[in-house]
């Protein structure tokens, strides 16, 4: 019986080290930088287009040399105001919420967490439009992201604040 037991707990020893959390399943939090990789833009603002032309700015959430998001702002004539919007390309899904079966996007604090859990959508999101803000101006807040490669996902968080006259991207992080 003893022999038995040592085995069986001598096993168990031995196959623990090899089962490992899958890192995609993990949440992430806000502003933590812990097994993520992190690109700062401190200081660098997504100016937005003053005139009748649209003007965009493309984020590489990871690195690959490819645009995974974009910042676009365009003057709207007819309302004489700006529209600011955020974008996904197509390996890119933003974090939010179903209201009213239409998709909002969440503007996050520090150490909010979330995961592959949650609502994620492809699309094309309103900032701010002619005087209405859609998403908070002037404080820094964190959009959550799912980036898919090669049938796998990882998910990331932009650190953004919303001005009037542009948008400051102030750093972007991807689970390694």
Known sequence: MKKTLFLVLLAAICIMPSCKKDSTQAKVVFGNSKRMTVTSYEGIPLVVQYGHFSWGYYVDLNNDGQGDVQFHSTSEIMEGGILTELCCQENTALLGEIIDQKFSLLAN????????????????????RSGNEFFPMNEAKYIGFKLTENHKSRLGWMKVILHHDYVELLETAIQK
């Open 109 to 128: 604090n520090a150490n909010d967490s979330f995961g592959n859990d949650d609502t994620f959508m492809k699309t094309k999101v309103t900032l701010y």
